[in-house]
């Protein structure tokens, strides 16, 4: 548990719905300070809210002065990777402009964000990305999500290298088929048939994935890991 004269912060990245809402709701039920990076604001008493869109060129320049006020007198900070964007496209079809949107969400923004926090992070501090099962295999019609998933996966790997030593740890935690706003956005009808896809018939609650992400933040033994946080899929 955090202590007061050092108190433990959660920086993470949209949180302002589906499995960030959960897991900063989570993190502040066990002491955390909130610092919300995302469009739009949390409903969380206390929380640190800052506006900034990770898709635009100098998000970074815009915020770093709030963010550094917010770090101020912090303990332990978990960094937490969340904010992603899923559009669709096959390879032979997905626009450009979806493509680096997608990737600068996924990758380029975490990236810069590290160098951000980093400053601020003691021993005991974590950068905790959020994966997908996609992060390993691919489905049709995703080209550029699969794409960023695969590279939110080496950015960790790169994490856990560079950061050998210092006490920071890493991991990749990758959700299976969560109900959240996005997932049913994007499947509509076919939300019914991932669930035939699982033992459980059923999709992951995001409060599970709430739970796997904190576990992370608290276990430097994962460091450098591959977190699968899936209901056992059936095999044909």
């Given at each position: ?20 809402l959960?897991t ?5 039920e066990h ?15 206390g929380?640190?809210d800052?506006?900034a869109?990770?898709?635009?060129p100098?998000w ?14 912090s ?10 964007i899923?559009?669709?496209g ?19 923004a ?5 160098r ?6 003691s ?7 959020v994966?997908?099962?996609l ?5 049709k ?15 960790m790997?790169s994490?856990?290298q560079d950061?050998?030593?210092?006490g920071?740890h890493?991991a ?8 959240t ?30 739970r ?17 946080a899936?209901?056992?899929f059936?095999?044909?």
């Amino acid at each position: 548990m955090p202590t007061s004269e050092a108190p433990a912060t959660l920086v993470i990245t949209g949180a302002s719905r589906g499995i960030g809402l959960e897991t900063a709701r989570l993190f502040a039920e066990h002491g955390y300070r909130i610092v919300n990076i995302s469009r739009s604001p949390i409903p969380i008493e206390g929380a640190v809210d800052i506006t900034a869109d990770l898709a635009s060129p100098d998000w970074a320049e815009r915020i770093k002065e709030e963010l550094d006020a917010a770090l101020a007198g912090s303990g332990e900070i978990s960094l937490i990777h969340n904010s992603a964007i899923q559009l669709p496209g096959a390879i032979d079809q997905v626009d450009a402009g979806d493509f680096r949107k997608t990737l600068e969400l996924a990758v380029v923004a975490p990236s810069i964000l590290n160098r951000l926090v980093l400053p601020h992070q003691s021993a005991g501090s974590s950068i905790i990305y959020v994966g997908s099962t996609l992060s390993q295999r691919a489905s049709k019609g995703l080209a550029a999500y699969v794409a960023s998933k695969h590279a939110v996966v080496g950015l960790m790997r790169s994490t856990a290298q560079d950061l050998g030593g210092t006490g920071i740890h890493t991991a990749c935690v990758c959700p299976g088929f969560t109900d959240t706003e996005m997932l049913r956005e994007y499947g509509g009808e076919a939300t019914e048939y991932l669930k035939s896809l699982v033992h459980e018939k059923r999709l992951i609650d995001p409060d599970e994935i709430a739970r796997m992400l904190l576990f992370a933040a608290r276990n430097p033994v994962v460091n450098g890991s591959i977190l699968q946080a899936e209901l056992c899929f059936v095999q044909p």
